[in-house]
């Protein structure tokens, strides 16, 4: 049997990184409208329709970026509570292992 080796830090530790980019794009999503405002008149109709169309696009986007990002951060910190645990149980079901003193071993 292949032994299963996991870096539980560093998957928890992607998982924080992965959250703090999803905060980042719900930051955009959510101002998304509030930039398209702060745009204004460009002057040509043209323009200000294709910066408008653009924001909302890239605001939709970030939003479904997020949804998903949020899901794949809960399935790591479960991963890592899941394999804690497993590794926990793993360890207590193994007993000890005698110590070996010269000329016997100590129980």
Same mark, same amino acid.
Do not use: I
């Given at each position: 049997m292949a032994d299963l080796v996991v %870096?539980? %830090?560093g998957l928890a530790r992607? /998982? =924080?990184r992965l959250d703090d980019a999803l905060g980042v794009a719900r930051q955009v999503h959510d =101002? /998304?409208?509030g930039v398209a405002a702060e745009v204004g008149d460009f002057g040509s109709p043209v323009l200000r329709n294709a910066v408008h169309d653009f924001l909302d696009e890239w605001?939709? /986007?970030c939003g479904l970026i997020a949804d998903d990002a949020q899901v794949l951060v809960e399935m790591l910190q479960q991963a890592v509570t899941t394999y804690r645990a497993a590794d926990e149980a793993a360890a207590a079901a193994v007993p000890p292992a005698p110590v070996v003193v010269l000329g016997g071993t100590a129980q």
């Open positions: %870096d539980l %830090d992607t /998982g =924080r =101002r /998304g409208a605001s939709y /986007g």
